[in-house]
């Protein structure tokens, strides 16, 4: 990838910045950043923003940019410039001469290794596994109808025959057990369904029934265990940048079956495609309270209080009417029905 340095330098003031809410740095930020192995952008930010999901403003990068944005590397200089009055985080390498200082050059080679944005370990399990079935995939017509020496479960290596895959279209199959539905709490209607992954396989021969292999086994596997075709496994360089539109979703799980979550839970959000959310947004976490209250005569009366903002999460998946987003910011614990707005 080549990386145009000059192109931040001259972009203007991103997209989904606010004049209303200037960048705020932390008490004494550094001057500069030497980049190292496992730095990421959102950490980087972090020492000198108060807000480290704005780091695309501070790096002063444009909508198209944040879509496709010039990445750093390690052993990278990040240097704070305040001459404008407004505080933007240039690139710099060192150069040749006396005093070695760093000043900003425009990269023109390859370069080997990206800085992830987020760890890219704390959602890759997330990215690579069926989370979410639409309603009409609830019901794959492949599936599961015999196994090896009549098995009753396989397992990794092991093969199996699953009916409806009558070409070689599709090689690569994720394998899934029919999960829970998702209701929205708004409307009570089931939205989408989590699926149990169980595991990936491989075809080895078309037909009706077609025989497959199961290349990884999270659990058992066995008859009438439904397949999906798996997308390409791939870790998107994910840019945080706030939704252009008002956004008004709830929590409605905690990825894992748990009842609380925190810091790096995957939280599924009712809100997806269809209402404007998309990869790289944040959102504010809010807790919905009401006071209730018993005067003099027994009689209880219910106040809705204002709405506590304690957390942030970071959406990374998003589908037609369900989004996944991991909590990376909270000061106390996540629970479903929790709101998700504009941050």
Same mark, same amino acid.
């Given at each position: 990838?080549?990386?145009i340095? +000059?192109?931040?330098?001259?972009?203007?003031?991103?997209?989904?910045?606010?004049?209303?809410?200037?960048?705020?740095?932390? $008490?004494? &930020? &550094?001057? /500069?950043?030497?980049?190292?192995?496992?730095?990421?952008?959102?950490?980087?930010?972090?020492? *000198?923003?108060?807000?480290?999901w704005?780091?695309?403003?501070?790096?002063?990068?444009?909508?198209e940019?944040?879509?496709?944005?010039?990445?750093?590397?390690?052993? $990278?200089?990040?240097?704070? @410039?305040?001459?404008?009055?407004?505080? /933007?985080?240039?690139?710099? %390498?060192r150069?040749?001469?006396? @005093?070695?200082?760093?000043?900003?050059?425009?990269?023109?080679?390859?370069?080997?290794?990206?800085?992830?944005?987020?760890?890219?370990?704390?959602?890759?399990? *997330?990215?690579?596994?069926?989370?979410?079935?639409?309603?009409?995939?609830? @019901?794959?017509?492949? %599936?599961?109808?015999?196994?090896?020496?009549?098995?009753?479960?396989?397992?990794?290596?092991?093969? *199996?025959?699953?009916?409806?895959?009558?070409?070689? +279209?599709?090689e690569?199959?994720?394998? #899934?057990?029919?999960?829970?539905?998702? %209701?929205?709490?708004?409307?009570?209607?089931?939205?989408?369904?989590?699926?149990? #992954?169980?595991?990936n396989?491989?075809?080895?021969?078309?037909?009706?029934?077609?025989?497959? /292999?199961?290349?990884?086994?999270?659990?058992e596997?066995g008859?009438?265990?439904?397949?999906?075709?798996?997308?390409?496994?791939?870790?998107?360089?994910?840019?945080?940048?706030?939704? @252009?539109?008002?956004?008004?979703?709830?929590?409605?799980?905690?990825?894992?079956?748990?009842?609380?979550?925190?810091?790096?839970?995957?939280?599924?959000?009712?809100?997806?495609?269809?209402?404007?959310?998309?990869?790289?947004?944040?959102?504010?976490?809010? =807790?919905?309270?009401?006071?209730a209250?018993?005067?003099?005569?027994?009689? =209880?009366?219910?106040?809705?209080?204002p709405?506590?903002?304690?957390?942030?999460?970071?959406? #990374? =998946?998003? *589908?037609?009417?369900?989004?996944?987003?991991l909590?990376?910011?909270?000061?106390?614990?996540?629970?479903?029905g929790?709101?998700a707005?504009?941050?």
């Amino acid at each position: 990838m080549v990386r145009i340095i +000059s192109a931040l330098i001259l972009a203007v003031t991103a997209a989904c910045a606010s004049a209303a809410e200037p960048l705020k740095l932390v $008490d004494n &930020p &550094p001057d /500069r950043h030497i980049v190292v192995k496992g730095d990421t952008l959102w950490g980087i930010s972090g020492k *000198f923003l108060q807000q480290p999901w704005r780091w695309p403003e501070i790096w002063q990068m444009n909508k198209e940019q944040i879509k496709n944005p010039h990445w750093i590397y390690p052993g $990278d200089i990040i240097l704070l @410039d305040m001459s404008s009055g407004s505080p /933007r985080l240039k690139m710099a %390498k060192r150069v040749g001469g006396q @005093d070695g200082k760093a000043q900003p050059t425009v990269y023109s080679t390859p370069v080997q290794q990206v800085i992830p944005s987020i760890p890219p370990s704390a959602i890759e399990p *997330f990215i690579s596994q069926p989370l979410i079935v639409e309603a009409a995939e609830q @019901d794959s017509p492949v %599936k599961i109808v015999a196994t090896e020496e009549d098995r009753i479960m396989v397992g990794s290596a092991d093969s *199996f025959y699953a009916s409806g895959i009558p070409d070689t +279209s599709v090689e690569k199959w994720h394998i #899934f057990r029919k999960g829970k539905g998702l %209701k929205d709490p708004d409307t009570g209607e089931i939205i989408a369904y989590e699926a149990f #992954f169980l595991g990936n396989a491989s075809l080895v021969k078309p037909g009706e029934p077609a025989n497959l /292999r199961v290349t990884l086994a999270k659990e058992e596997i066995g008859l009438g265990d439904r397949l999906l075709p798996a997308p390409p496994a791939e870790i998107i360089s994910y840019v945080p940048h706030r939704p @252009d539109q008002e956004v008004s979703a709830k929590v409605v799980s905690i990825y894992g079956g748990v009842n609380e979550g925190g810091p790096s839970s995957v939280v599924a959000l009712n809100r997806g495609k269809n209402d404007g959310l998309e990869i790289g947004h944040v959102v504010a976490m809010h =807790r919905n309270r009401v006071s209730a209250s018993v005067d003099s005569e027994g009689r =209880r009366t219910l106040t809705q209080v204002p709405a506590e903002r304690y957390g942030l999460a970071f959406v #990374f =998946r998003v *589908f037609n009417r369900v989004a996944y987003a991991l909590v990376v910011q909270s000061s106390k614990s996540v629970i479903v029905g929790d709101s998700a707005t504009n941050p």
